[in-house]
């Protein structure tokens, strides 16, 4: 069984910052990539924010210059979202999701359960 458990959602006045944590545990043998993604109501989920093993990232034009995703230095399994300037249509739920390896031959992405971001003043 593998779990991601997100944390740090919350309500913020326009102009404010949040920061996102994703934790990944269970039966992982290698996460290849992981990411942040938001799905805001009557809206499709959309990539936010993704980070390779190898540190590479990658971001949604609406986000570039405010948001940054890491992962943790020593905790490979953990990634984190800092979201700085935040807008009023950055308003979602932010799911962390994660590509990785759980056997020798298989592989597969999952899920965290959500986290609601509200920006509002």
């Known amino acids: 069984q593998v779990q991601l458990v997100e944390s740090g959602g919350g309500l913020v006045q326009p102009g404010g910052s949040l920061r996102l944590s994703c934790a990944a545990s269970g039966s992982i043998l290698r996460i290849f990539t992981m990411g942040w993604y938001r799905q805001a109501p009557g809206k499709q989920r959309e990539l936010v924010a993704s980070i390779t093993t190898g540190g590479r ?11 940054a995703i890491s992962r943790d230095n020593n905790a490979k399994n953990t990634v984190y979202l800092q979201m700085n300037s935040l807008k009023f249509e950055d308003t979602a739920v932010y799911y962390c999701n994660a590509r990785l390896q759980y056997s020798s031959d298989s592989e597969a992405g999952y899920w965290g359960q959500g986290t609601q971001v509200t920006v509002s003043s």
């Open 57 to 67: 990232t990658n971001y949604a034009d609406s986000v570039k210059g405010r948001f």
